[in-house]
């Protein structure tokens, strides 16, 4: 799934090529991919784009009388930049005609998950957002809260979106191996120099890989957008050295999730992977990513 780092380059992107230009139709092959229709799709023909922003690991393109399309990506959605008139692919959800150009979203797989929403307003914006806290912009004792509110394991909390807005399970993986915390510590056990540290490392590492991935793009739209990146420490990187230590990067297998972590650096050279916390971790989590994405903060 794009997370934050992915979706921040694409709303950059995005931004360069809309913003300013006239919606001029949308063609919606996918038939499960448009959840709401009020206001209509067509409300927005013939109108100004006014902004694009990201909402937690959605993409909201704003356009004039106050009508957003947003777009989530889930899994296997992906965005594409052509020119305009562009032929739906063989796999194209949809494409988004703009006076500049057209916005071709595809899905790889059958499961259907990549969603369209309709919305009016900044309220109706509002009810997407699943209501994490922005961690780039976020203080420490805002952040130490948001952790706090339940009691989970570091790898649920982290990739909880009513927790922390646009951090999956790619992310979270590479942020636990910088700040050297084991996924499965629970949240209520954790002291106050390791969420400081936590914190720290969650801000870089999504500060670099945004950096890393616009770079990358070289000012072009990104394509090739993946959960496995090149110069990640542990994230799909089972069984390889972990580039700190050397030591073999370890995993912990629940569901269709997989946890990937190096046991050296992080659990004081004890390892995870047995059916006991693989059973911790599948208790800790929703039983579909749906359900996870679907969560609203607790109040």
């Known amino acids: 799934m794009p997370e934050y780092p992915d979706v921040e380059v694409y709303v950059e992107s995005l931004r360069e090529r809309i913003v300013a230009s006239r919606f001029e139709r949308a063609l919606i092959r996918g038939p499960f991919l448009l959840r709401s229709v009020a206001p209509p799709v067509d409300a927005a023909y013939g109108k100004t784009v006014r902004e694009v922003r990201r909402v937690g690991k959605r993409i909201a393109v704003g356009i004039e009388n106050d009508v957003w399309l947003v777009l989530h990506l889930m899994i296997a959605g992906r965005l594409h930049w052509r020119s305009r008139g562009a032929k739906a692919a063989r796999n194209s959800l949809a494409v988004f005609d703009f006076s500049t150009g057209a916005l071709v979203l595809t899905e790889a797989g059958s499961q259907h998950r990549a969603s369209l929403h309709m919305a009016t307003g900044e309220d109706g914006l509002r009810a997407l957002d699943a209501g994490g806290i922005e961690v780039m912009e976020a203080t420490l004792p805002e952040f130490a809260t948001a952790l706090r509110i339940e009691n989970h394991t570091l790898k649920r909390a982290l990739t909880d979106s009513r927790l922390f807005s646009g951090i999956g399970n790619a992310y979270?993986?590479?942020?636990?191996?910088?700040?050297?915390?084991?996924?499965?510590?629970?949240?209520?056990?954790?002291?106050q120099e390791e969420v400081a540290r936590l914190f720290d490392a969650t801000?870089?590492?999504?500060?670099?890989?945004?950096?890393?991935?616009?770079?990358?793009?070289?000012?072009?739209?990104?394509?090739?957008?993946?959960?496995?990146?090149?110069?990640?420490?542990?994230?799909?990187?089972?069984?390889?050295?972990?580039?700190?230590?050397?030591?073999?990067?370890?995993?912990?297998?629940?569901?269709?999730?997989?946890?990937?972590?190096?046991?050296t650096c992080q659990t004081g050279g004890k390892l995870l992977a047995d059916r006991g916390l693989s059973r911790l971790l599948r208790e800790d989590w929703p039983r579909t990513l749906e359900e996870l994405e679907a969560l609203k903060r607790p109040r």
């Open 203 to 263: 801000r870089v590492v999504l500060a670099e890989w945004v950096a890393r991935l616009r770079s990358e793009a070289g000012g072009t739209f990104p394509e090739g957008v993946t959960a496995f990146r090149e110069g990640m420490a542990v994230h799909g990187r089972y069984g390889q050295p972990c580039p700190r230590c050397g030591a073999k990067v370890q995993r912990i297998r629940y569901a269709s999730n997989e946890t990937n972590y190096c046991a």
């Open 172 to 191: 979270s993986d590479e942020i636990l191996h910088r700040a050297k915390l084991s996924p499965v510590l629970q949240t209520g056990r954790m002291s």
